[in-house]
């Protein structure tokens, strides 16, 4: 359905201001907003519009969450959502556009890994998406292929310095990389944790007989990730390019990004739910219960939660994303026993972001305009996708969530729509949920129902950051 659809009477927020506003939605856009109960307002009903009660909730922008990964292939077997299916579970937490990764593998191209990711995703998505693509072999060709994916609207290229001999690069590659990013207006995009030194620290592990899941949080120092967010962001300044460090999990590696933005750099740092509402005592469960908390950069002691809050508070850290990259306890988190090493990384949270980080509101984190800045108009500016994603504004995508801040809701596998047997927040309780998700003015989420399709959702080109000076 095109038509016109009024949401009525909710409270409209934004990143700067909250108005009991009525939406107009033409088509695929947003096309006005006005004053509940004003005259234009009033206006907009008459006639054959769908009208949405929004009253008592919130009308908020759709979340954007950048950093997912579906289909993913990691130690040998593969994220357990699709693209199909991980795209409606965002749906249903009130995301409508990811930023996925497409991957170039060692001896290919980067061409070869966005073709590949594009045939994942077309036909499928419930919500728009996007691509970053993952730098894994820095060759002359590889440079010059960064320049044609900018133009395709492939903007930002991440790049490990964890993980040798799978997608590590080296510094000399790095630095290459980021000079071509600097050329071209990229974004480069770290994950910082130094990946030779753990190595040595997983071998040493191993050969003591600390192979519990518990051991993947040990060796994975918080050192060697602020020592690797110290070296990209110095290989940065030389290279003169911006950077963003992905899943930041230790106080030590945001004192880092502190001080780079101290001094006025364009670094940006994002973190996840996961280091926000998790810790590694959820890696020492029983029963090799912690393998469902195996991520890298990896959960770290409670304490480091409060300067995470406290770097979203003053902008050290500006996006919260969720690394969503699923693997099932039975069978994928399994192939571990025995060897921590082998436990595929990565943590489901992909339709949970929204309303975790609206319970941070509630608990008194975050201001309920950061929560729709942190979640929808900070992941949309810093990734090319604003103004036509992350606010709801005249002539933005019609993607609304329209939100209820009071229902009570109790986060578990039981009833998530992820496909993985495992929540790694089973039995939280949250306030707040999606009641209807528009996604380019259809609506996808009607209460408790799903009425969207696989292949609503298009491809977005991107344009470049907007925040880079
Ligand atoms: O453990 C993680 N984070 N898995 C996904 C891949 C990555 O490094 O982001
Ligand atoms: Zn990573
Ligand atoms: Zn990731
Ligand atoms: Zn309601």
Request: proline share 4%; with cysteine; aromatic share 8%.
């Amino acid at each position: 359905d095109t038509g016109r659809t009024v949401i009525r009477g909710g409270l409209v927020i934004s990143a700067t201001e909250e108005m009991h506003a009525d939406v107009l939605v033409e088509g695929e856009r947003i096309t006005a907003l006005a004053a509940t109960g004003s005259t234009l307002a009033e206006s907009w009903t008459s006639g054959d519009a769908r009208v949405i009660d929004a009253a008592g909730h919130y009308v908020i922008p759709g979340g954007i969450d950048a950093h997912t990964h579906m289909e993913f292939p990691f130690g040998g077997t593969q994220s357990s959502d699709t693209f199909e299916t991980g795209t409606r579970a965002a749906a249903w937490g009130g995301t409508t556009t990811i930023v996925d990764f497409a991957v170039q593998t060692v001896g290919s191209s980067l061409r070869e890994g966005l073709d590949t990711w594009h045939a994942k995703a077309e036909g499928t998505c419930a919500i728009d998406y996007a691509f970053h693509t993952i730098v894994s072999d820095v060759t002359e060709d590889t440079l010059k292929e960064m320049d044609v994916l900018v133009d395709e609207g492939v903007t930002s290229f991440k790049m490990f310095m964890a993980y040798p001999g799978v997608f590590y690069s080296d510094d000399g590659k790095i630095l290459r990389a980021m000079q071509r990013a600097a050329d071209n207006g990229a974004l480069t995009m770290m994950h910082a944790e130094n990946g030779i030194a753990i190595d040595v620290l997983v071998e040493q592990a191993l050969a003591a007989g600390k192979t519990d899941p518990r051991y993947h949080g040990e060796v994975r120092r918080e050192l060697l990730e602020s020592e690797a967010t110290h070296r990209a962001i110095q290989l940065a300044r030389v290279a003169g390019a911006p950077l963003y460090v992905v899943h930041v999990s230790a106080s030590e590696a945001v004192a880092e990004l502190a001080q780079a933005r101290d001094m006025g750099l364009n670094v940006f740092g994002e973190t996840c739910p996961q280091y926000l509402f998790l810790s590694v005592d959820n890696l020492a469960e029983p029963d090799f219960g912690g393998a469902k908390y195996v991520c890298s950069t990896p959960l770290r002691p409670v304490e480091h939660q409060a300067t995470l809050w406290r770097a979203l508070r003053t902008n050290d850290l500006s996006v919260v994303s969720t690394d969503h990259c699923p693997f099932c306890f039975s069978g994928q988190k399994e192939l571990g026993r025995g060897n921590f090493a082998k436990i595929p990384n990565g943590l489901p949270g992909v339709e949970n972001r929204m309303d975790l980080l609206h319970q941070a509101v509630v608990d008194g984190h975050i201001s309920r305009r950061r929560w729709i800045e942190l979640a929808c108009t900070t992941p949309a500016r810093m990734f090319g996708l604003y103004p036509r994603k992350g606010s709801i504004s005249p002539g933005a995508d019609a993607d609304i969530v329209v939100y209820d801040p009071n229902a009570r809701h109790t986060i578990s596998a039981s009833t998530h729509h992820m496909n993985v047997d495992y929540s790694a927040y089973e039995g939280k309780r949250v306030t707040g949920m999606p009641r209807t998700v528009l996604s380019r003015g259809r609506v996808v989420i009607d209460d408790d129902a799903y009425v969207g399709s696989a292949g609503h959702g298009r491809y977005v080109p991107r344009s470049t950051c907007d925040y880079l000076t």
